[in-house]
């Protein structure tokens, strides 16, 4: 394991080559992390369903333990990933070693090809194929948009903090692992506890209320009045509780 000073500079660089990526490379592994990170909602979706009623709260955690396996391929097999951008992008910022210009388009890029990834995946293997639109799956793949939609802008803001303070220090600790089973070790707790609480991640819900959408069981005006104040959200939670704290802590000011 690298030190948490370590761990920064390796942050910073990761940041740095983030933003060095060809266009083309940006786009096909932006849809790549979107498509994974809701493949793994949607195995959410299918395991906590198929979980009898009287486990309680107990299913949600079966739930949360198959989800980070998005995460898990997007790090280690190569993908981008808008809230881990949050967070890598944000710091080699703040160390000037990307531009405000080159943050923004970055993330914009990003946030497309994440999106693009997620309507395909709720579309196609959950539409189509049937995986989100069928008895207890539909009622599951509703019940949990519908707990999204539900929420006040100012607690999507709130829950889209924790949830991205959570997976900043997913990467901040597969960053700081010298080895495969240490990184996934490190992506898999942090990922799987804020799923557990049902903090809101806006690319987890680019699938799951598009997915609920296609059903015929929400809007796309739903849909924006949520994501936006969870993407600001998990903006603060990425690129402030992290990025930004760690940075101050470990970076040594002249």
Same mark, same amino acid.
């Given at each position: 394991m690298y030190s948490p000073d370590e761990i920064m500079e390796i942050s910073i660089q990761m940041g740095t080559k983030k933003i060095a990526k060809p266009l083309l490379a940006k786009l096909i592994l932006g849809f790549i992390g979107g498509a994974m990170i809701s493949l793994g909602y949607l195995a959410y979706i299918r395991v906590i369903a198929s979980v009898a009623e009287e486990w309680g709260s107990f299913a949600s955690f079966v739930g949360a333990t198959v989800f980070p396996i998005g995460l898990i391929v997007i790090l280690l097999g190569g993908g981008e990933l808008i809230t881990g951008n949050m967070m890598a992008v944000a710091i080699a910022w703040f160390d000037k070693k990307v531009s405000g210009k080159e943050l923004i388009i970055n993330w914009g890029t990003i946030t497309l090809a994440n999106f693009v990834g997620?309507?395909? %995946? *709720?579309?196609?293997?959950?539409?189509? !194929?049937? /995986?989100?639109?069928?008895?207890?799956?539909?009622?599951?793949?509703?019940? %949990? *948009?519908?707990?999204?939609?539900?929420? !006040?802008? /100012?607690?999507?803001?709130?829950?889209?903090?924790?949830?991205?303070?959570?997976v900043g220090l997913s990467l901040w600790l597969c960053y700081g692992a010298k080895d495969a089973a240490g990184k996934i070790l490190g992506i898999w707790f942090p990922v799987m506890v804020f799923v557990a609480i049902g903090f809101q991640h806006s690319v987890a819900n680019m699938f799951v209320i598009p997915a609920a959408i296609f059903e015929g069981q929400a809007t796309w005006g739903e849909f924006i009045t949520n994501v936006i104040p969870v993407y600001i959200g998990n903006i603060v939670g990425g690129a402030v509780m992290v990025s930004g704290l760690y940075y101050l802590a470990f970076k040594h000011h002249d």
């Open positions: 997620a309507i395909f %995946v *709720a579309y196609f293997f959950g539409h189509v !194929t049937g /995986l989100t639109n069928s008895g207890h799956f539909l009622t599951e793949t509703v019940t %949990v *948009a519908q707990s999204k939609i539900a929420a !006040t802008p /100012l607690q999507a803001f709130i829950s889209g903090i924790g949830c991205n303070w959570f």
